[in-house]
């Protein structure tokens, strides 16, 4: 495991992402058909797990990299009598691997963040693929990202200080604090999640500025696709994230050019904006 956002008190706070959990829900209603295969990659409580089961899958691995999560799992799934369907798998999902002539029908994969950043959505899928789990004809959901970017000027003022610094939405607070909407929203990616090859990601966008003031903040926002239906920021799922940049003054009309380059799953490591 090498990801901080693994942990028991984030798991039960992605149930009361209502918006979240419901679009699933449909999805995996629509997508699974009595007698499938399904993986579900990164379980937590079991939630999709769960769902899946319901919809009528034969078999479902509940795949889950932190021990003590996917004993709550196990808990969870034996509680709602589903144990006979659903087998929790205690490993990392880039390492699971299906009995030998098994693939998946359905793939489900909640390890998702704004821009594929943090979480390793985009190297389990690569490595799903690699291990023959998932193959061109698995029903991955989501099965379409779109990443955007947005010029802004953002109040970074904290307690009498200037504290420019990298802020994801969760709490109510972060959007109020957007002085200025300099841009409209550019998409800067379009992954068909079937087709996704690597995890080095890198894009440039010229952003027009459509509001004269100070640009200093940059926000990042994700759309997920589940089975066609566009899911916008959720709570817990895609909040946009506003990324600082050194301020300077533009005017309406100004073009800048933007380069935006890191390897998803990563963090911020490696992450480089450059305006
Ligand atoms: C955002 S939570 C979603 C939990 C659940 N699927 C749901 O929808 O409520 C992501 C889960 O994936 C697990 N996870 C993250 N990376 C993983 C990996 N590489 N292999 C297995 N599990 C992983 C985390 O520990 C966490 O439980």
């Known amino acids: 495991m090498d990801s901080a956002l693994s942990n028991l008190l984030l ?9 979240r959990v419901q679009t699933f829900a449909r999805a995996i209603k629509k997508s699974v058909k009595v007698g499938d295969i399904v993986v579900d990659a990164g379980t937590g409580t079991g939630i999709i797990a769960l769902l899946a089961a319901k919809a009528g899958a034969k078999k479902v691995y509940a795949v889950e990299w932190d021990p003590e999560i996917a004993r709550v799992a196990v808990q ?8 006979n369907t659903i087998e929790v798998v205690n490993t990392d999902v880039r390492e699971f691997r299906l009995p030998a ?8 994969m909640e390890m998702l963040d704004t821009g594929f950043i943090a979480e390793q959505q985009a190297g389990a899928i690569i490595d799903l ?6 193959r061109a004809n ?35 607070g ?19 999640l079937q087709k996704l090859m690597s995890r080095q990601f890198s894009a440039n966008v010229r952003l027009k500025v459509t509001q004269s003031g100070i640009l200093n903040g940059i926000k990042l926002s994700t759309d997920i696709y589940l ?22 003054q533009v005017k309406r009309g100004d073009i800048i050019p933007l380069s935006v380059e890191y390897v998803m799953g990563k963090g ?8």
Do not use: W
């Not at 798991?11 to 918006?19: A, G, M, S, T, W």
């Not at 969870?76 to 144990?83: E, K, L, S, T, V």
């Not at 693929?129 to 998932?134: A, D």
């Open 11 to 19: 798991i039960d706070e992605c149930l009361f992402d209502e918006k």
């Open 227 to 248: 089975s066609g239906k566009v899911c916008h920021a959720t709570t817990d799922m895609n909040m946009p994230i506003i990324i600082p940049i050194p301020p300077r």
């Open 138 to 172: 698995t029903i991955i959901l989501p099965e379409r990202v779109t990443f955007f970017m947005t010029a802004l000027q953002y109040n970074f003022d904290f307690y009498g200080f200037n504290l420019p610094s990298i802020i994801q939405a969760r709490n109510d």
């Open 129 to 134: 693929k690699k291990n023959s789990v998932i």
């Open 268 to 275: 911020f490591r490696d992450f480089k904006i450059v305006a």
């Open 174 to 192: 972060v959007l109020p604090r957007i002085k200025k909407v300099m841009s409209k929203d550019y998409c800067y990616a379009d992954i068909d």
């Open 76 to 83: 969870n799934i034996r509680a709602n009598n589903f144990h």
């Open 101 to 108: 002539g098994v693939h998946a029908d359905v793939l489900v």
